[in-house]
């Protein structure tokens, strides 16, 4: 805060005491400057006052939530309703682009705050009684952090890089972002959905568990990268796999696994990875000639364990591209924004609430149990009771909620627009290889 700011503040501040104190000699005087205070505070402009506070908008935010499902057959409407307000204001000019000349966040003071102002009251996102100033009020702030939210990024109310390229993405970009997805959404639920089923929207990393369309869960996930992608799916849960093995690949012994060993033999039992024959039998790695020209034709199987590449779970269903969903050992990943990281398959958020969730209809497994078969490190296969639908889809935009639109990066470039991908693999390590790649044991 500049030195200049906080004279005002402390000057506004002290004008208010003085008011109230005024105020407090008699009945009558107090009654009219409660009566001038409040019509000050509700002011909708409030003269040159720059910072104006906003007590509802930590309230913003809240509001974008729905548990609504992504995949409702009500949000058809809400989808047409925006593409209609969209056409409306493409047809009325679009929006201002923003170009800060300072890092715009709360108490900033720049001439670009108006077009920010501006942009975000043309999008909803701010009150048009908020009116016109250059200054990063708590209103701006709370209509910052409500953008960010509909756009997947994180609620700090500072306008970032990504924040500032999305939102600078121009009005008829959106609109016809829209109209792409509202066609998708009609194929993807052309067939009824289960009563319950499982959706993992691959653009905004997330998995949402619907039962009689309502959101029950809602998880982070980590899915795969642009040169790995993960499928399209339309399945059942067959089974849950707590304390899961993992197999490695031929792909992955050969060009990781053999290549480790040789730098490092003390890999496979620091990893609790066994070398299995033919024959069932174990094999110890010190009989095994590492810098052979071919890798040895065994089978390399992680014991189940907080280490195993899958952790405590694996969700399996059919699929032609043997995906499936897992947990993970390396959790701080999903605190990541650009969860784009995987060779297919799909890392699940606090994936035991999942299972308790698909499994609680299966007699015998509530949580208690699952918790201590989990401890147990003991591979239990479990079949699932119930119908319960599996479905991976491409959405990037969507409403969920009524005036409420949700916009993610086009991170497989499939929308038809360059400009929707500006984020796709920032950050994100290009690998190639097959579908179990990222979870190779470090």
Known sequence: MSKKTGMV????????????????????????????IDELINAPRRGNWDDQFDAKAS?????????????????????????????????????????????????????SVQALRQRLMISGDLPRSAGMSNSFDSYVDGAVKRFQSRHGLPEDGVLGEFSLKALNI?????????????????DTTAKPLEARYIVVNIPAAYVEAVENDQVALRNSAIVGRISRPSPLVSSKVSDIILNPYWTAPRSIVEKDIVPLMQKDPTYLARNNIRLIDGQGQEVAPETIDWFAPKAPNLMFRQDPGKINAMSSTKINFPSPDAVYMHDTPTQGLFNKLMRFESSGCVRVQNVRDLIVWILKNTPGWNRQQIERVIASRVNTPIQVADEIGVHWVYITAWSAKDRVVQFRDDIYELDGDQQLALQTNIGVEQVSGSVEDDILPQ
């Open 59 to 111: 309230r913003t935010v809240a509001g974008v939530v729905s548990n609504n499902p992504m995949l409702s057959p009500g949000n058809f409407i809400n989808m047409q309703q925006a593409i209609t307000d969209y056409q409306e204001i493409v047809s009325s000019g679009g929006w201002p682009q923003v170009n800060p000349s300072i890092k715009l966040r709360l108490g900033a003071v720049d001439p």
């Open 9 to 36: 503040d402390v000057s506004r501040r002290a004008l208010l005491r003085g008011v109230a104190a005024a105020a407090a000699t008699t009945l009558a005087g107090q009654a009219m400057a409660q009566t001038a």
């Open 170 to 186: 121009s009005a008829d970009v959106r609109l016809n972002q829209l109209n792409v997805n509202f066609q998708r959404l009609q």
